[in-house]
């Protein structure tokens, strides 16, 4: 039997299974106290799913406040949609805006990696549509455990052919992000999707439904029992031995990629044709999700009719239908006038498309199924008032005992040359070929720089060659070492790996990776983390403009590395200056280091690949620096006095100049001078290395020392040597270089 | 020179592919996969991409669209069509072009910028490179293993009818190292490698893929 309202009103004290779906006693408790009644088990599913920690951002909330308060007006003056939207839109001229954002998909990917994987792709983009805006790329950050542990070898093929296969049949390019290995990721994968589309500033979308009588109408997939989680406890339930074992099926949602290519294509149809009031796309929580976000964001009501919802299984209940997270669809609300229209185009595309609900004067979301009221509910309560928590904050006990122990006593390399090449070959700083070489980065022509380079760029506008570039980083053992700090290196070496290719940063994304925010330590790792990334964007005068976070990323009591992802987008008005990572495009280049060396190994990678030893502090940011450093290497850019340029970040100087030199396939002379070790190894921030033509010498580092911006000529690059050679310690033969560069990851997943 | 650009649902280089003629001074005539004429063009390209979701086989169901039989009636007229990627699948499926591709040997999707050399520049869409030369293009697929059995693959070679080859290392099994063929009257080319993600340097890795639009061109005005 269906549980009506009116059912749950005759039966007040029926037993209810919402500690099975994720609701606390009190939680349940004010649901009632909203309703005066008990929920029916779809109200009741929908609370559990919008109310978890996913959705709700129960635990995070009075944090990321936070980002609010530290943005200016000033700051704000690019933005045209920010927080609470589906993604930050930023107007980047022109005529255009940009919006992005990252998300992670973490847990679906341990369960099943290429499902997993390849859905989180698929919700982002949609994200991304639900703007209005065309998606242009994706980008993804991955971690994983140790590379040779039997569930890398399981999950990291999976993970990277999962993220291919999506975004390859969607038509999307990859143009960049990051895999990196810990083992603190062993049993807790994160795999975080960035998605960037583009439209023009009059055609943005925002998801709201108003105006009394406006249709709602679902279109994309059916709906079926995929990714249903929790709410199969009701449906357990509801269906008992009698009726015949129902097939459970994964609670991780099966995604189409080419059923996704059609509905962009779709939806970009209706958008031009003016045809859209309100957009929204079905995520995680489904219906639920997508019907009281629009109603609760609207200025009325509305009414659902949940039996004309297409589906693919039978017999499915009103929780079911309302919790699925089946792929590939949207919701719109529409004009009536303009139904017709919108069917003829859903209809052209071969794309289901169902009138389900209807804008209503109230300020009830009501749902139906077969004429029996099974949701009555303010629709405010369930998208946008759900349960706000002060969890406990905690310093760590051994947080002091962890940045006593610096990487000072380290025995440091006897041999400095042959450092180089091992650390080349360590998992982190090896090649990433191997994940990137299963993404297409062409589709769409509008590829300028993707993977190796320090950010992905792509042409938005083909006309005036407008672009953006795209970086995503972060360092978890930096962050482990001292969350503020390390949230704030990685802003400062994203917004350094936009600058390096010649644009200007504007704006900010993040995806926050932690543990358990029961565990009042890891609270701490992330109050500490919001604060420095909200305090950086603060300093650099560049806003947050959206982002995700995921808690509960553990395995038994161990937390992973707090990972605060994050990214940062820069314009660049003529993708045709970018600067180029490689070295040799021009003939006569000097090579330069922007930035002052320290010796600073604290997280570092030489710490952690050579001696497993994390401990002491991690580097230090200085943002004003880093805000200088960006403005004199887009000057270069702007007029032709930078060839290439490469951030310095895990691997120091050294990795930078391994990867110039096989990025470039050119070799070069390096002079240094001091301790060769710290010169070549050390991590500290605000660096830059540059190539600089012979011509352009005097006037870049004359500008250089005009603007107080250390500088120090470090090497001539030799279009005539196959080699990278180090003053004072010897030569490195490219061929060799490469092959323990590039061969690193074969060896393992081959 | 008008020039039609097949659209099917699923397709994901129609947008590349209209660029590569435009850059060749032509006009890219968008074709939808449901049409039943050609609008009058010249010369059609069927674009990469996974037409129906590669559901069944890749260009399996393509081939079917209304719009692929003018193509085939046109295509043994004497029409130039050009295939890439998922279009020579298609072109293969319709039987314009002899064999088939199967899964890469090595099982990934690989995209990576492959070195060709100049088999055969007597086709109406490469006239304009020189015999042997070697020109830089993307090849991005999961299914490009050129295959076919030894009599055709005999008469492939003794026909002149390869008209690119993968140098260096062979990146999905390919017989013979095919990367391109043509059909015994020389206006239907297929290849996997992406010509039109090639037509300029910034976006590209050269614009060696240029030539096939500019040979095209030539073709057009001949006849």
Redesign the interface.
């Known amino acids: 039997m269906i549980d009506t309202v009116k059912n749950a009103e005759s039966t007040p004290d029926q037993e209810q299974p919402y500690k099975e779906l994720g609701l606390k006693d009190d939680e349940y408790a004010r649901i009632k106290e909203i309703l005066g009644r008990r929920p029916t088990d779809a109200e009741l599913a929908m609370y559990s799913v919008m109310w978890s920690e996913h959705c709700s951002y129960k635990s995070s909330k009075v944090h990321l406040k936070y980002f609010g308060e530290t943005t200016t007006d000033g700051m704000r003056s690019k933005m045209l949609a920010g927080i609470g939207e589906n993604a930050g839109v930023v107007d980047i001229g022109d005529g255009w805006a940009v919006t992005f954002k990252v998300e992670s998909h973490n847990h679906p990917s341990y369960v099943e990696p290429y499902q997993g994987a390849a859905t989180g792709v698929g919700g982002i983009v949609r994200d991304i549509l639900a703007m209005g805006a065309r998606p242009l790329a994706v980008m993804d950050p991955l971690r994983f455990g140790k590379p040779d542990a039997e569930d890398t070898k399981r999950v990291l093929p999976g993970i990277v052919?999962g993220v291919?296969?999506y975004g390859?049949?969607?038509?999307l390019p990859n143009i960049g992000g990051e895999v990196v290995f810990d083992e603190s990721y062993q049993g807790n994968p994160l795999v975080n999707a960035l998605c960037v589309g583009a439209m023009r500033v009059e055609d943005l979308h925002l998801a709201h439904a108003s105006g009394t009588g406006n249709k709602v109408i679902l279109y994309g997939a059916r709906t079926g029992l995929d990714g249903i989680g929790g709410v199969s406890v009701l449906a357990s339930e509801t269906f008992d031995d009698s009726v015949g074992k129902r097939k459970k099926l994964p609670s991780v949602q099966v995604g189409?990629?080419?059923?996704e290519?059609?509905l962009i294509e779709c939806s970009l149809e209706l958008f031009e044709k003016g045809i859209v009031v309100g957009i929204q796309d079905l995520g995680g929580a489904g219906l639920s999700c997508a019907t009281s976000e629009l109603a609760s964001a609207g200025d009325g009501g509305m009414h659902v009719w949940l039996e004309r919802v297409p589906l693919r299984a039978t017999g499915m209940t009103p929780a079911e239908i309302l919790s699925s997270e089946s792929q590939e669809r949207m919701c719109a609300v529409v004009e009536p006038a303009n139904v017709e229209a919108f069917m003829e185009v859903c209809q052209k595309?071969?794309v289901i498309a169902t009138e389900i609900g209807e804008v209503t004067d109230g300020d009830r979301l009501v749902i139906t199924f077969n004429d029996e009221v099974v949701v009555d509910v303010p629709p405010r309560t369930v998208a946008h008032e759900g349960p706000v928590y002060n969890r406990a904050i905690q310093r760590p006990a051994d947080q002091d005992e962890l940045q006593a122990n610096t990487p000072d006593s380290l025995p440091r390399p006897e041999n400095v040359l042959a450092l180089i090449k091992t650390m080349a070959a360590s998992p982190n700083l090896a090649s990433k070929k191997w994940v990137?070489?299963?993404?297409?980065?062409?589709?769409?022509?509008?590829?300028?720089l993707a993977q190796p380079s320090d950010s992905g760029m792509i042409?938005i506008d083909?006309e005036t060659h407008r672009g953006v570039a795209l970086s995503t980083d972060c360092n978890g053992r930096y962050t482990k070492l001292d969350p503020y700090e390390g949230a704030r290196l990685a802003l400062a070496e994203a917004y350094r790996n936009v600058a390096a290719t010649g644009a200007t940063p504007v704006a900010v994304t993040n995806c926050l990776n932690f543990g358990s925010p029961e565990d009042p330590a890891v609270m701490w790792q992330f109050e500490q983390a919001v604060k420095g990334l909200a305090d950086g964007c603060a300093e650099l005068g560049i806003p947050v403009t959206g982002g995700n976070v995921s808690f509960y990323n553990q395995t038994g009591s161990t937390a992973i590395l707090p990972t605060p992802v994050v990214g940062v987008l820069g314009v660049i008005d003529d993708?045709?200056r970018r600067i180029p990572t490689g070295i040799g495009a021009e003939a006569g280049e000097t090579l330069l280091l922007l930035g002052e060396t320290r010796e600073e190994f604290g997280g570092s990678e030489w710490a952690h690949h050579v001696h497993g030893h994390l401990g002491g502090l991690p580097p230090k940011a200085d943002l004003q620096r880093e805000k200088l450093l960006g403005q004199i290497l887009v000057a270069g850019s702007r007029d032709g006095m930078v060839s290439a340029a490469h951030d310095l970040a895990e691997g120091g100087l050294a990795q930078a100049l391994v990867e110039t030199c096989l990025i470039g396939e050119t070799g070069a002379r390096v002079f240094l001078s001091g301790d060769l070790f710290t010169e070549l190894f050390s991590e500290s921030a605000g660096r830059v290395l540059v190539a600089v033509p012979r011509t352009e010498e005097q006037r870049f580092t004359d500008m250089c020392t005009a603007r107080a911006l250390p500088w120090r000529k470090v090497g001539v690059v030799d279009p005539e040597s196959n080699a990278l050679e180090i003053q004072g310690l010897g030569e490195l033969p490219l061929d060799e270089l490469r092959e323990a560069w590039e061969g690193t990851l074969p060896a393992l997943f081959? | 020179m008008r020039v039609g650009v097949i659209t099917f649902p699923g397709t994901l280089d129609d947008v590349d592919a209209q660029r590569a003629v435009k850059y060749a001074d032509g006009e890219a005539v968008p074709l939808w996969h449901g049409d039943h004429d050609l609008k009058g063009v010249d010369a059609v390209v069927v674009p990469g991409g996974f037409s129906y979701g590669d559901y069944l086989r890749c260009g399996a169901i393509a081939r079917f669209a209304p719009v692929m039989q003018e193509v085939i009636e046109a295509a043994n007229k004497g029409m130039p069509v050009l295939g890439i990627c998922n279009g020579f699948q298609i072109l293969a499926e319709a039987h314009l072009l002899p064999g088939a591709l199967v899964r890469n040997h090595k099982l990934h999707f690989v995209c990576r910028d492959q070195w060709l050399s100049v088999e055969n520049n007597t086709t109406a869409w490469t006239s304009r490179y020189d015999l042997e030369a070697e020109i830089l293009v993307p090849l991005k697929s999961g299914e490009g293993g050129y295959q076919a059995d030894e009599d055709t693959l005999k008469e492939l070679e003794d026909n002149n009818r390869v008209v690119f080859r993968y140098v260096g290392e062979n990146p999905n099994g390919s017989r013979n190292n095919i990367a391109g063929i043509t059909n015994a009257k020389g206006n239907v080319v297929g290849l996997m490698p992406h010509p039109e993600h090639a037509i300029d340097a910034l976006t590209g890795p050269t614009d060696d893929g240029l030539g096939m639009f500019l040979s095209l061109l030539d073709t057009v005005v001949k006849a």
């Open positions: 052919a291919g296969g390859n049949c969607l038509g189409d990629p080419f059923t290519k059609v595309w071969d990137t070489q299963q993404y297409d980065r062409y589709v769409r022509g509008g590829t300028v042409r083909e993708v045709r081959d």
